[in-house]
């Protein structure tokens, strides 16, 4: 028993902590900060002041992760972000193809606490910060509303993830908050001030059918007439979740400050429009639905940026700058909407597509002057404009991985951020980040640590891709199709395909490439052939450009639309090669071509869009030469995913015992191995609310064993689903040669993108 009779005020419990990064903001950045850098083997104290983790993507606002992707809606093809990042959204798809975010929640929290090097603080919000005589960061104060404890937080690194970027903030670090002029960086799709300088917030609802009629009182606060919302009648009964997200509002308020009120204000609409779903008469199918959840915290999309020492804009997304300190890359369209949000008569959003995807350098994941502080999220150093793209989760993840391995390489030689542009250091942090799965748009690894750099890597087949044999799935040529495939310089093949013809008719066939190497938006035209072809069923159109391509890269071979012709489809997915067809995706995009009004810097282009499996089939089709582009030499290029080529050895289709095998002129110590699967970079794996048709990816690879030239076993895996794997062996293993060998993939051609080891 506690009895405690003190007069006068009493002091919480203090706890004094000590580590190498601490990491402010438990969102999607901060959760892949803390799980890159415990990995890298340094000390995290990782600060939420919320009680779950995730940020906009968890179950107390429940937004879906995106990024890069874009819904599958743009021509960013093998796009999704890598490493942490990718490994979640696998994770989550093999668990939770329902898309619950109350599984995703404990997802996250479970990714956490299995790094011994992360001290997670949940419901801990900072509050101080102290500085040192270099206005760097030497302490951030933090208190717990739930244990009544107030913790001090040393560390040489800090990374602000926080979304208002506190510590950066109490800091003393430089930040904007609205939008600059077209002037200052000269920006054209700048906004004027009867758009708005900010984005506001946003707050929804869950629906649920109980099978039996149910009536609903809605509180006093909600909205009675809807008409104040121009859009109203644009509302569904079946709607809800994060496809509520344009019930938006607070741009023209201090979205850190009045927080509070534009929340109230936002319980306003949600309510009202409950209400208007179930009351108004006019959604009888409604009758059965109940208001399953409605958000408390709204999501936040802007407040304030923070300066580094360069500032993405708007041409850097759209004119794909490209930066010799790049540590990640962007894709999302930038993406603004009006500052009154569901109040506007102006469209909730304007979203504008680059024709590929973008680098995010170094310069702009740090404090321009506070020197120890690392920016991570949607804080980072860029425009308002370009903020309009990299604040999605899935970039803020990516761009987090970099910032918390660059803190890693800092903590082990007692070095600053700006210390890192330094080229060596530079090379160095990008191999180190190749290494644990972060993709750069193009950036070769180059890891002198690599021990299968020096070996020969041979396999017992590799594909010659000759036929994508026809299915009894005949689609309708009502759009322009075409197939995206690896070719080689030089001749170009001679293609057939296989219709169903009506009435007499003439294929126009054409091949196309992209005007910028390793972009997928088809802008060149390199040959035009028509086929003539009379009525009949299952008939060949052999399709000879007669070109000779000047580069190994993507080619499109595009087959226009013919509305008396019906296409067939196959069954055969292979990796680094996937069908497109001439079309939109309404999340993202109003139309088939992107057409932005004259003078706003954005350029005109077509979508060729992949489709989502199940429907997301090759075109049936013969090749002739056969693609001798799925070489097992590639697992070792530096590539771990398609850019200009497929960059994966694929074994032969009638291979029944495929294998790649690694040999060295002398023994080698190997302690770790890597291997990187395909999962399919092409599919965006949001993460609540849209339901996945499948929990794995016809493309991995799922079982597989590693054997010595003793045929010894070194370690076998029967249900893999992820990306990578990363194998540390209990004891080194001292080997001449090493041979994978694939005993089962998901439905695809065994495929590995990469293999690494190291003697560490």
Known sequence: ??????????????????????????????V?????????????????????????????????????TSHMGNNNRWAREGGVMDEILVENLWRNPEGNALVFDSLLLEKVVEEKNITLLLNTA????????????????????????????????FCDASGDGIVGFLGGAAFRMGAESREEFGELFAPDEAYGELLGHSLYFYSKDVGRPVRYVAPSFALKDMTEI???????????????????????????????????ELWRVAYGVWNYIKNSGKFPEAENLTLEWMGTIPGKRESRRFEGDLMLRQQDLMKQTQFEDTVSFGGWAVDLHPSDGVYSEESPC?????KGVYQVPFRALYSRNVPNLFLAGRIISATHVAFGSTRTMATCGHNAQAVAMAAAMCAESGLRPKDLLQPARMKALQTRLLASGQWMAGVRRDDELDLVRTAEVSASSSLKLAELPANDVVTPLNASRAMLLPLSAGASPVFSFFFDVEEATTLQAELWKAEKPGNYTPEVVLASVAVKL???????AKIDFAAQLDLSQYYFVVLHKNEALRVYRSNQYVTGVVGLSQTMNAAVAKSVKQSPPAGIGIDTFEFWLPERRPKGMNLAMTIQPPLAAFA?????????????????????VKDASPALTLRWASPQTIRTMVLSFDTDFDHAMESVLMTHSETVVPFCVQAYRILD????????????????????????????EVQIQILKTHGAPAAIFEVSCYAE
């Open 1 to 30: 028993m506690i009895v405690d009779a003190t007069h006068g005020p009493r002091q919480n419990k203090t706890s004094e902590m000590v580590c190498d990064l601490c990491i402010v903001g438990g969102g999607i950045a901060g």
């Open 32 to 68: 892949c900060a803390a799980i890159t850098a415990a990995r890298a083997g340094i000390s995290v104290v990782f600060v939420q002041d919320r009680p779950v983790l995730g940020g906009n993507a968890s179950s107390e606002v429940r937004l879906w992760i995106l990024g890069a």
């Open 126 to 157: 900072v509050d101080g910060v102290e500085l040192g005589e270099d206005d760097s960061v030497r302490s951030v104060s933090a208190f717990c509303s739930q244990n009544e404890i107030r913790y001090s937080i040393a560390a040489p690194l």
């Open 230 to 264: 121009p859009r109203y009648r644009d509302f569904k009964a079946s709607d809800s979740g994060c496809r509520l997200w344009w019930l938006e509002y607070g741009g023209r308020k201090d979205t850190i400050y009045e927080t509070e009120e534009i929340k109230w």
């Open 350 to 354: 304007v979203q504008w597509h680059s």
């Open 534 to 540: 009379e009525p009949g069923k299952r008939l060949e």
């Open 632 to 652: 097992a030499e590639q697992v070792k290029n530096g590539y771990a995913r398609p850019w200009m080529g497929t960059n994966a050895w694929v074994a032969d």
């Open 709 to 736: 030239a003793n045929g010894t076993v070194l370690h076998e895996e029967s249900d893999n689903h992820q990306t990578r794997n990363v194998l540390k062996f209990a004891q080194p293993v001292v080997a001449k």
